[in-house]
């Protein structure tokens, strides 16, 4: 089977725009899950709806891969399937290794979904001597000083970052220093790399942040919509059933002058 390290995949030599390559994984979800369930064709509008886009953007990403579904029947599964895992190089064997073995890098570590989607846990790696050996999802977790030779022996090309902020940049400047070329980061930092290394940065603080915003313009427009729903206070009458004028806060000899004089 081939490695991450010789393979990569083909979609920036084939101009496909970065946000359609950030959706391909979202209709790659959708696709899997109809081919669970034996489905053979399904049309735009379904697996847009699935995959949470319109289906005039998922057919222009689609135009992309040079596929174009049959009108009146719709696009083959199985056929999306095999050719979304190509592009984004699924279709190969990709060694991961994980730095970081505290309680997030160990539950991404028994994360299931990897060995699904065409990724290997090569190795759980950790700077704490007490973690050295110890199996952790099945895997013995090895220390951070044989860092550079396992990528090598592994050939490595992706890592992902799982430590505190504090010593996310060195773990950073060390894979890259080995050879690794992605790295998908949980640290609460920015990481700095050269060109030619992609990094992707996951932040569950970040994106709860941007949660509460919204909850709190919700609860701003149910306030104002509340506020809008209660009725004004009725406008007294006079003596003839017409609305009094309006004061304009003058007093004269008889008491307030109205705004509008009455004829």
Same mark, same amino acid.
């Given at each position: ?40 064709? +399904? ?18 990403? =689609? ?17 999306? +399937? ?38 290997? +846990? ?7 001597? !007490? ?26 090309? *992706? ?9 996310? &940049? ?7 220093? !080995? ?6 980061? =949980? ?9 030619? +290394? ?10 709860? &942040? *941007?949660?509460? =915003?919204?909850?709190?313009?919700? !609860?701003?427009?149910? !306030? ?19 609305? &009094? ?19």
């Amino acid at each position: 089977m081939a490695t991450g390290r010789t393979h990569r995949p083909a979609t920036r030599s084939r101009g496909i725009p970065e946000a359609t390559v950030a959706r391909l994984p979202l209709y790659l979800r959708a696709l899997t899950a109809l081919s669970e369930r034996s489905v053979p064709t +399904v049309s735009s509008e379904e697996l847009a709806a699935a995959a949470g886009v319109n289906s005039a953007k998922l057919r222009k990403d =689609f135009s992309y891969l040079g596929s174009y579904g049959t009108r009146g029947v719709g696009y083959d599964v199985e056929y999306l +399937v095999y050719q979304i895992s190509r592009e984004l190089g699924l279709t190969q064997d990709w060694p991961v290794v994980i730095v970081g073995i505290g309680n997030l890098g160990a539950a991404l570590a028994g994360y299931g979904g990897f060995a699904s989607r065409g990724f290997r +846990v090569a190795a759980l790696i950790d700077a704490d001597p !007490a973690m050295t050996g110890k199996p952790v999802a099945g895997i013995p977790v090895q220390h951070s000083d044989d860092l550079e030779k396992i990528i090598e022996e592994d050939g490595v090309s *992706i890592g992902v970052i799982a430590t505190p902020a504090g010593v996310a &940049q060195q773990v950073c400047d060390r894979l890259v220093a !080995a050879g690794v070329t992605s790295i998908l980061n =949980f640290a609460p930092t920015v990481l700095s790399v050269p060109d030619g +290394v992609d990094v992707r940065k996951v932040d569950l603080s970040i994106e709860l &942040q *941007i949660l509460a =915003f919204h909850e709190q313009r919700k !609860a701003g427009e149910e !306030a104002e919509n509340e506020a809008a729903a209660v009725p004004a206070p009725p406008v007294p009458l006079g003596a003839a059933g017409q609305a &009094q004028p309006k004061s304009t806060g003058r007093k004269g000899p008889d008491g307030d002058v109205p705004a509008v004089m009455p004829a």
